[in-house]
């Protein structure tokens, strides 16, 4: 068969095809067919799949090859787009997503959790035996501004600002800012066979355990513990929660089983984003307390007894939440 | 063949064809970005300005949502940033689709990694070692940056009258007349004539007749009688 007659003989489905292609570009209000018409989609597609192989097989001319190849290529994309995602997945990711994610990769977590926690506590405890340690960790402006935060003399912990009630609303976008930016670091810190996720569960660990040793010290114990230890429930467990993330990152590339490095990455990747983007919103949960709670003047012992409460949270949510649902993986 | 162009085979059988964007391009594209960015992060500094201690919370939740999520809310809009528009690029998937949410958070989380030690130094040598210009966040993702190739309007052919060419000519022969054909509106008539005397022993004529003549036969090869 000729070109010409070849072109003649199916132009008008190729002009269909197109026409759906733009009418589905719109957006859905926008649209001028009915759904019967639409859906003639994959029927269409498949015959000029079909019409751009005799093409191509039969060297017609360039122009018209490429012709197809762009409705075929444009079809694809609309065929076989992901399905977007919508507020109600958010809703199912909260309430089952995220934490049988975390079940499911508890090693990641366990081991993530105990690069973070033990240097802390070695640290930590160096720290509370000799006062001058921490300046191996930190320069001596670093801890005089940190033993100023926590002064007892101080009437509001955690700061170094004027207590203002306007003081609470930058500290909440501070810690947004800062805490979230560190979690995503330390699961990128995955890709680099994981060495960016290890040194910063290291150095925040140490760091965090050197300052809570060396306050607890020098005697600021009612001032630093009663303030962290309420949204420490929340953030110090979603650091962690990064870091396993950048460790199944790290283990798909180190040892990708059956899989080539980069299959294994791709799966392992798709899996660790669940637990980064609910780390996520941990983390935000915790810039909240931190600013609005954990720096108010309340009672001690009314303090102590709600970050129980808010560490049974956790506790209970990450371990349990979900575990019902059979549809474990929301496959975000 | 262009060495950039990627083959994807579809179900149905048929390979698309992508071609993938190399890292200076990408390295412009993330410029005009940087401008874009730095221009959003005034425009929210300023607006919030008057708004005291909340208004400094704004501006640091403002500035902390741009640099990281930016580029994810235009690739999954628009499939690019406006960077990346610019410069006529494309985010898909592996397989030529759309990039999805997930995709495009996993490849810019993952900036971070790829801009380590400095001015995306890991992710230009990631790029320089597979075949697909990916940088660590494209691996992870499984996603392309490539040509958003937009179809122009076909050419049609010149109107020649037919004329059957010598026997003998191969497919591909065949192909690069009707090639030329298509393009004569592209070119200048002095090109079209060097390029027809490269064939002057098939159409045995000079100059602006042996334009003509390789014309006439491929209009005769696409419209043709017989067969």
């Known amino acids: ?332 | 063949m262009l060495d950039t162009a990627r083959q994807y085979e579809t179900p149905e059988g048929i390979d698309l064809e992508m071609r993938i964007a190399g890292p200076v391009v990408r390295a412009c594209a993330w410029a005009i970005d940087l401008v874009i960015r730095f221009g959003l992060y005034g425009v929210i500094s300023i607006l919030f300005a008057f708004f005291g201690g909340i208004g400094v919370a704004f501006i640091l939740i403002g500035i902390f949502l741009v640099e990281w999520f930016y580029p994810v809310i235009f690739e999954v809009r628009t499939g690019a940033t406006p960077g990346k528009k610019a410069m006529g690029l494309l985010v898909v998937h592996d397989n030529g689709t759309p990039v999805s949410l997930s995709s495009s958070l996993i490849r810019n989380l993952l900036r971070t990694a790829d801009f380590f030690p400095f001015l995306y130094g890991f992710g230009l040598l990631a790029m320089l070692f597979n075949y697909e210009f990916k940088r660590l966040g494209d691996m992870a993702a499984g996603t392309l940056v490539v040509y958003d190739d937009r179809q122009v309007e076909r050419m049609a052919l010149p109107a020649t009258e037919a004329l059957r060419p010598p026997a003998g000519l191969t497919g591909d022969e065949q192909h690069t007349l009707l090639a030329f054909a298509e393009r004569s509106t592209l070119l200048s008539d002095d090109r079209k004539a060097e390029l027809a005397e490269i064939l002057s022993d098939l159409t045995e004529t000079q100059g602006q007749a042996g334009v003509e003549k390789l014309h006439a036969y491929a209009n005769w090869l696409a419209s043709g009688r017989g067969k």
């Open chain 1, 1 to 332: 068969m000729r070109q010409q007659s070849f072109e003649q003989q199916y132009g008008d489905q190729w002009q269909a095809l197109k026409l759906l292609l733009d009418d589905l570009a719109l957006s859905r209000r926008k649209r001028r067919l009915s759904a019967d018409e639409l859906e003639q989609l994959p029927h269409l597609y498949r015959q000029v799949c079909n019409h751009y192989a005799l093409a191509r097989s039969r060297h017609y001319s360039p122009a018209l090859v490429s012709q197809l190849h762009d409705l075929v290529l444009r079809g694809h994309r609309r065929l076989y787009r992901r399905r977007g995602a919508g507020l109600w997945r958010l809703v199912a990711f909260i309430a089952s997503g995220f934490p049988v994610a975390l079940r499911r990769n508890a090693r990641y977590f366990w081991l993530a959790t105990a690069l973070f926690l033990l240097p802390g506590l070695l640290v930590g405890g160096y720290c509370y035996s000799n006062p001058e340690i921490i300046y191996s960790v930190l320069d001596s402006a670093e801890v005089a501004s940190m033993e100023s935060m926590y002064d007892p003399e101080n009437r509001k912990p955690g700061r170094e600002m004027e207590r203002s009630s306007e003081t609470d609303f930058v500290m909440f976008g501070v810690y947004i800012s800062n805490n979230i930016g560190i979690g995503f670091r330390t699961f990128a810190g995955g890709v680099l066979y994981g060495v960016g996720t290890l040194f910063l569960l290291l150095f925040n660990g140490v760091v965090i355990g050197a300052v809570a040793g060396h306050l607890t010290r020098v005697g600021y114990q009612d001032t630093f513990w009663p303030f962290v230890s309420g949204h420490g429930s929340f953030e110090l467990t979603a650091i962690a929660i990064c870091g396993a993330a950048g460790l199944m990152l790290a283990h798909a590339l180190i040892a990708p089983g059956q899989l080539t490095r980069l299959g294994a990455l791709k799966v392992r990747a798709a899996d660790a984003l669940t637990l980064v983007m609910g780390a996520a919103l941990m983390l935000v949960v915790a810039a909240f307390i931190e600013a609005f709670w954990s720096s108010s003047s309340v009672a001690i012992a009314i303090k102590y007894t709600v970050a129980a409460l808010l560490w049974l949270v956790v506790v209970l949510y990450l371990g349990f939440a979900g575990s019902g649902s059979t549809r474990g993986d929301d496959g975000s």
